[in-house]
């Protein structure tokens, strides 16, 4: 278990903080040391072998704890990636399931759907054949407007639409290249 973001966040910027503080007393420090070596090569006798020691001993004391808070900052860095990801890692867990659940509840009413549409074109299909096959029986084609033969008397026409199966499964087809493919 990791411990909250916002809480290695604010631990993140006090050691952030803690390291820019180490390296400008570090850089202070420096510029003293540098300072006393200079007056003391132009002969100022106010700097004195233990002043700047003891600065050149500044310098190198506070060195020491710049790696160790570097190598802190690194440590919150991983522990902030770690609990970023659990956390996506949680979001993810949680949302992308109901997602795919809703993706297969929809392929499952279309394919209902396309069960009932079967069907009913089955139904259709039957009427059709039925009734295409009265015509010239017990019904004339081309005696009214209304019913007429094509040419080579293949189609019959009722107010002027074919009588004839609806191609169910083309329409499908179409359909789903349309959606899914962006094709007309």
């Known amino acids: 278990m990791t411990r909250p973001i916002e809480k290695i966040e604010a631990d993140q910027a006090a050691a952030h903080a803690a390291q820019q503080a180490a390296v400008e007393a570090k850089r202070v420090a ?42 802190a900052i690194q440590a919150l860095n991983a522990e902030h990636v770690l609990a970023f ?25 279309a394919v209902e759907a396309m069960r009932l549409a079967s069907e009913a074109q089955e139904t259709h299909g039957a009427y059709c054949q039925a009734r295409w096959g009265e015509v010239g029986r017990t019904v004339s084609a081309d005696v009214t407007p209304r019913v007429r033969r094509s040419a080579v008397g293949l189609h019959v026409y ?17 359909a789903l290249l349309k959606y899914f493919l962006g094709r007309p």
């Not at 510029?31 to 190198?60: C, M, Q, S």
């Open 158 to 174: 009722v107010d002027g639409k074919v009588l004839a199966q609806v191609p169910v499964a083309n329409r499908l087809d179409q």
């Open 30 to 71: 420096t510029e003293f040391a540098k300072d006393l070596r200079a007056r003391a090569r132009k002969g100022d006798t106010t700097v004195t072998a233990a002043a700047l020691a003891e600065a050149e001993h500044a310098v190198e004391f506070l060195e020491l704890p710049l790696e160790s808070k570097l190598e």
């Open 85 to 109: 990801t659990e956390a996506w890692a949680d979001e993810v867990s949680a949302t992308e399931p109901g997602l795919r659940a809703d993706i297969e509840a929809k392929v499952t009413n």
